[in-house]
């Protein structure tokens, strides 16, 4: 399979870009270009390679699922730029 004119047009299209012929020409070569690469990788043997959720292997650092005591209603309005005693003050963003 090879990228053709018409298919950088229209992905580019899907982009919502605008290449120039040079642009087009540049972009055709380089998607030409990664699948020749896939075709590569495409052939290599991994029948006797186990999948990988990453390449070294990381134990998980996960934190402890610990409920903590809720922020003070004062201290949450202190940063506000706009309140009254007891809510945030935003504009009306409905009419």
């Keep these: 399979m090879s990228v053709t004119k018409e298919d950088v047009a229209y992905i580019a299209n899907l982009a919502r870009l605008q290449p120039d012929e ?3 020409e540049t972009l055709m070569r380089d998607m ?3 699948l020749e690469y ?3 990788l495409n052939q290599v043997d991994t029948s006797d390679v186990a999948p990988l ?13 610990v409920a903590l005591p809720p ?3 004062d201290k949450a309005l ?3 730029p706009d309140a009254d005693s007891d ?3 935003v504009p009306k963003v409905i009419e």
Aim: charged share 30%; hydrophobic share 30%.
């Design 22 to 24: 040079a642009q087009t």
């Design 32 to 34: 030409n270009r990664i």
């Design 38 to 40: 896939m075709e590569q």
């Design 53 to 65: 959720d990453h390449v070294i292997e990381i134990p998980p650092d996960y934190r402890k699922d």
């Design 71 to 73: 922020l003070d209603h």
């Design 78 to 80: 202190s940063n506000a």
């Design 87 to 89: 809510y945030f003050r």
